[in-house]
């Protein structure tokens, strides 16, 4: 059975290609190959967050809490300087997710655009660094625990 982080860095790392697909797609003018990507990328970022926030949920009730990244010195400040713009863009990038679906499907292309503009790159970025954060916690430093 695959563990709860290795799930979500899976479909962290799903939604990052299937987002820069979909980019691809719109740049060379295959509008339906874009919202079908988008649409799955949309999917899959909504999976991870139910997959994560009951992962979370079983942790804390379990009484066992995150796990800590157990480095320290410069290694534990990269990894809290990435963690923390990971999560806070985490949170702006969801209701700019929602515009921009939103603008998308009702065929507001103008409006869409616009805001796709700083929504295609941040939730690259927060994909991208969702599985970095699972690689750095999970494969190269030990968890405390399972």
């Not at 982080?5 to 339906?32: E, F, Q």
């Not at 985490?90 to 655009?113: D, T, Y």
């Not at 805001?115 to 970095?132: D, E, K, M, N, Q």
Request: glycine share 6%.
């Amino acid at each position: 059975m695959i563990s709860p982080p290795v799930l979500d860095a899976v479909l962290n790392g799903t939604s990052a290609v299937l987002v820069s697909v979909g980019y691809i797609m719109v740049r060379t003018k295959r509008l339906l190959a874009h919202k079908v990507c988008m649409l799955a990328a949309t999917a899959t970022s909504a999976a991870f967050l139910i997959s994560y926030l009951l992962y979370h949920y079983h942790l804390y009730a379990s009484g066992e809490g995150p796990v800590h990244f157990p480095g320290t010195g410069a290694p534990r400040y990269a990894y809290l300087a990435l963690l923390g713009t990971h999560t806070i863009l985490a949170i702006v990038i969801v209701p700019l997710v929602i515009i921009s679906l939103a603008r998308g499907l009702r065929s507001n292309f103008v409006a869409h655009k616009r805001i796709a503009r700083w929504t295609l790159p941040l939730w690259a970025y927060v994909s991208v660094t969702g599985v970095v954060i699972y690689v750095v916690l999970y494969q190269i430093y030990t968890p405390l625990h399972p």
